[in-house]
């Protein structure tokens, strides 16, 4: 069964400081992988959708990346209202109906 | 556009007490729709989810139990809370994977 990591658990930045988020799951091969924004007390809301080894999208000051084993979430310049948790998500693979396998999350921090 | 309705948004309810959390949505037929429960400080753990009218899947062995009633209605219920049982509680909805899920905006349950 997949298991979906993410690092660091809880990550605090100045504002204007770029840095980067990890998700990476132990059953390698590609399916595709999302990202989502949570905010506090919201459900998640979706972000990107990758499914090929060196994708990239971005929105604003987010970018995803992609290899085979693991995702990163570039963020430059955050600002504070950035702060949020983000959440990477896996298909869980086989007949899934489209079940996906979370992360825990990253609980982002931006100071003014 | 499609949507996704969820409530209520807060239930403080004692433990023995019955619970009925409903999900509803808009805008689309025949959706994939899951329950999931947000303990806090941790991700999203799948309890069900359902293909189709009176079809549920239950991935965790617990307390609570699930219904489609119709096609784009999705009911968690228990018969008597425990106090493990608080958590968020969010819906969602999928048509396949290819584009993720839509969450609602989840339900805080405290148990007492």
């Known amino acids: 069964e997949d298991q979906v990591t993410q690092s660091p658990e809880a990550l605090r930045l100045q504002e204007g400081e770029s840095s980067s988020l990890n998700c990476s799951y132990t059953v390698s091969g590609l399916r595709g992988l999302f990202w989502y924004r949570q905010d506090p007390g919201k459900g998640p809301e979706f972000l990107f959708t990758?499914?090929?080894a060196g994708e990239e999208k971005e929105k604003e000051r987010l970018k995803a990346t992609l290899t085979k084993k693991e995702s990163f979430l570039h963020i430059t310049a955050p600002k504070p209202e950035d702060s949020a948790t983000y959440l990477c998500?896996?298909?869980?693979?086989?007949?899934?109906?489209?079940?996906?396998?979370f992360g825990q999350g990253t609980i982002l921090t931006v100071h003014p | 556009s499609q949507t996704i309705h969820q409530w209520p948004a807060t239930l403080v309810q004692p433990v023995g007490s019955p619970l009925s959390l409903e999900c509803t949505v808009e805008g689309t037929s025949n959706p994939n729709l899951y329950w999931y429960r947000q303990a806090a400080g941790r991700g999203l753990q799948l309890l069900f989810y359902s293909v189709g009218i009176g079809q549920i899947s239950s991935e965790v062995p617990q307390n609570l139990s699930a219904s489609r009633p119709q096609d784009r209605q999705f009911i968690l219920s228990s018969k008597k809370l425990l106090l493990s049982d608080s958590g968020f509680y969010l819906c969602?909805?999928?048509?396949?994977?290819?584009?993720?899920?839509?969450f609602g905006s989840g339900t805080r349950l405290t148990v007492v």
């Open positions: 969602a909805w999928a048509r396949g994977i290819v584009r993720g899920y839509t």
């Open positions: 990758l499914y090929s």
């Open positions: 998500a896996r298909p869980a693979g086989g007949t899934s109906y489209g079940k996906l396998t």
